[in-house]
């Protein structure tokens, strides 16, 4: 029985050996699993390039509209029109005939410069003739009377000079004269101005090149000055705007860079587009820090609708 005992702990010892000569020849080797990093998707909406309220710049009662929602109109097209009183028709006819009468005047001015010339000349001569006159008159016989009659011809004589030196300045214009012409004429044309522009608050302008959508408006319909009434859009290109990027995502993203745009309401059709702007500034969403990021598509589709959600993905 001892020597049982003995032949089994000699037994133990030299498996114990074994095993700690085998741990020591191996080793463990760690693979650590790479995973790339995946692409940022984000949801965004479906907007026209660009698009511009109409409203009037007075209030007023809608007398005609003269187009309807989804036509196309060039900017400057008539839109509506308010009803207004024959004294606006009034006042513009006036301030084109204060026009008309302040241009005639001075042009008649100019066209007279050279027989105003003549006429300051002549008048020149004139008063030089009287005063050698009154001068031989007060030689021959010094009277007071004489005195009078040679200092009146002084003084006819340098004014006649003085109007003869304004006319030359002005080429034949007496320079006070053309002054007050001139300043006729520019303040008819200021007021023809402002006639026009109370005329023109009546009628209601497209202010780009689009397509008349949101049409709210309708003969007799009261409406406020500079409350929208329509929206003109520019629909020829489309932009994809989005802003839940947060502050990690859009650091990997420069303008310029290509994307693809899958709307959710036509998900056979796949767009691409690349980033035009990043927002400079940050927005807080739900606690979180994102920015607006806006992507041009490179073409459109007439199923396109203004507001379709999109899902951009950032490649």
């Not at 009277?143 to 034949?172: C, M, V, Y």
């Not at 608050?201 to 709210?216: H, I, K, M, N, P």
């Not at 969403?285 to 990021?293: Q, S």
Request: proline share 3%; net charge negative.
């Amino acid at each position: 029985m001892k020597k049982y005992l003995v032949m089994l702990f000699v037994a133990i010892l030299t498996l114990l050996s074994i095993t700690a000569c085998s741990s020591g020849k191996v080793e463990a080797t760690v693979v650590a699993e790479v995973t790339p990093q995946a692409a940022a998707i984000a949801e965004g909406r479906l907007l026209p390039v660009n698009w511009l309220d109409q409203a009037f710049t007075i209030p007023g009662t809608v007398e005609t509209v003269v187009v309807g929602d989804g036509d196309v109109v060039a900017a400057g097209d008539p839109l509506a029109t308010l009803a207004h009183t024959a004294d606006v028709d009034l006042a513009l006819a006036r301030a084109r005939q204060e026009i008309l009468s302040a241009q005639q005047a001075l042009d008649g001015l100019n066209a007279s410069a050279n027989l105003n010339k003549a006429q300051a000349e002549l008048a020149v001569l004139t008063a030089q003739e009287a005063l050698e006159n009154a001068q031989d008159n007060f030689d021959a016989n010094a009277t007071q009377e004489n005195q009078f009659k040679l200092d009146a011809a002084t003084a006819g004589l340098t004014l006649a000079q003085s109007a003869l030196a304004r006319i030359t300045e002005g080429n034949g214009v007496d320079a006070d004269m053309l002054a007050t012409a001139q300043s006729r004429l520019e303040v008819a044309q200021a007021g023809l101005a402002n006639a026009e522009e109370m005329t023109a608050a009546y009628q209601l302008t497209a202010s780009l090149d689009g397509t008349v959508v949101d049409l709210a408006l309708q003969p007799g319909q009261m409406v406020a000055s500079g409350a929208p009434v329509m929206v003109v859009a520019d629909l020829s290109q489309w932009v994809v705007k989005t802003d839940n990027l947060s502050e990690m995502q859009v650091s990997d993203l420069e303008v310029g860079q290509k994307v693809e745009v899958v709307l959710d309401a036509l998900p056979d059709l796949t767009l691409t587009g690349e980033i035009t702007h990043i927002a400079s500034r940050y927005e807080e969403k739900r606690g979180d820090i994102t920015f607006t990021v806006t992507v041009l598509l490179d073409k459109a589709d007439p199923r396109m609708r203004w507001g379709m959600t999109a899902a951009v993905n950032f490649k």
